[in-house]
């Protein structure tokens, strides 16, 4: 007998390409930019460091409150001195994190200590959270001989195999595809760890944000892709970034759960990264948190953000929305904080500061062998001729060095 095919009508046919989830339609319409509204921000207190929705307040413990304060506050702390250090002449480069120090601690917490983190270059509040000391910081950015990347990173360029935190590198969005490749590497080897990725929104621009995410939904990775949205990347401001509804918006695009938070507060961060951490791990796929901040500071001592902003649209951030005067509200109508600790703590603070300060001061410079090693298990022949030269140099224009600051 024939076999005959089964008719349907043209309104029973279903689609069966492999690339998408979706239905025939017979009208021609094409997919507006704004086909919904623009993505929630979820926060839990208000300006005043009211909690908004008592169910979202994550009630935690006053020492660790006040633990996420003091870190703000000391990042503050340690930002001013070392810009002034540069401004001095002092080191050669730095960047301020100004505004931006509830979306480090609020996301640091979050994490358990052995998450590895991938940064771009403004959470040295992450590190900071996790137990990195100030000395340390501070023998970075002087390339002293206690730095730990032995002198040869420029400042601000930090990094700890034991906090877990990938050194920076200064090239935009490199650090989005190999943080993928470590959550995969965590997913294969059956860890129970996520990573966590930092970014831009001008970093989210480059190539290297698309093989990230993408990698990352269809290898089902345990990863945090945070992006703090501070307004500009460099000069250029959001709105000559993108057309679209910020970085948020682009994540269902690659198959990733997102949300979009208030990244000056503290709360909101936490509570929106513990969770995408939960599930990281639990469900083997990724996350992506856009954080809404301001970066009050100018991008770096490279920069002078006057020439592209107003003086006003600073302060307005500054006095009327940063993350730190939100929690100091929280604290002090929980009965936690006064003015009397306020100026015992900046004291104290600012005491640890710049006693750390002068210790990199006086510091010694590392070894100059240092330029030579830690790339080659054995030094090749033409890193070895390039070492005797500078040696030979030395030997006849010494003088001309300051070799006496650098250890033997």
Wanted: include cysteine.
């Amino acid at each position: 007998n024939a076999v005959h095919q089964q008719q349907f009508t043209s309104l029973d046919e279903k689609p069966q390409f492999p690339g998408a989830s979706a239905e025939f339609v017979d009208k021609l319409e094409f997919i507006q930019p704004n086909v919904i509204s623009g993505i929630p921000i979820y926060r839990v207190m208000d300006r005043q460091g009211q909690i908004m929705n008592p169910d979202e307040d994550p009630k935690l413990p006053k020492d660790m409150v006040l633990k996420f304060y003091q870190k703000m506050t000391l990042l503050n702390t340690m930002d001013r001195i070392l810009y002034e250090s540069q401004r001095q002449g002092r080191i050669t480069f730095y960047m301020t994190n100004y505004g931006e120090e509830g979306t480090h601690i609020g996301s640091a917490a979050a994490l358990e200590s052995n998450d590895m983190v991938f940064g771009q270059y403004r959470e040295a509040g992450v590190l900071m959270y996790r137990g990195f000391p100030l000395e340390l910081f501070m023998a970075q950015c002087y390339a002293s001989a206690r730095d730990v990347g032995k002198g040869r990173q420029m400042p601000v360029h930090y990094g700890s195999k034991d906090l877990h935190f990938v050194t920076i590198s200064s090239p935009l969005a490199t650090q989005i595809p190999q943080a993928v490749g470590a959550a995969y590497a965590y997913k294969v080897s059956q860890e129970d760890r996520a990573v966590i990725c930092y970014f831009g929104e001008g970093a989210a621009s480059e190539g290297d944000a698309h093989a990230g995410f993408n990698f990352s939904a269809t290898l089902e990775c345990p990863i945090i892709f945070f992006c703090r949205n501070n307004g500009y990347a460099i000069s250029t401001p959001t709105h000559e970034q993108y057309r679209g509804d910020g970085i948020a918006a682009r994540g269902p695009g690659y198959g990733i759960i997102s949300i979009r938070v208030d990244g000056n507060d503290v709360f909101a961060v936490y509570n929106a990264t513990k969770e995408a951490r939960r599930r990281a791990v639990a469900e083997n796929q990724p996350f992506l948190i856009e954080a809404m901040t301001y970066r009050i500071g100018h991008h770096s001592t490279s920069d002078d953000s006057s020439a592209y902003r107003s003086v006003d649209e600073v302060n307005y951030w500054d006095k009327q929305d940063h993350p730190i005067s939100r929690l100091r509200h929280y604290m002090v109508n929980k009965g936690w904080w006064d003015e009397e600790q306020e100026k015992a703590w900046r004291k104290q603070s600012r005491k640890q500061v710049m006693e750390a300060f002068e210790e990199a001061e006086r510091a010694m410079k590392p070894k100059l062998d240092h330029m030579f090693t830690d790339v080659y298990e054995e030094t090749p022949v033409s890193l070895q001729k390039q070492q005797e030269a500078l040696q030979r140099h030395l030997k006849m224009y010494g003088e001309h060095y300051p070799i006496d600051h650098y250890e033997k």
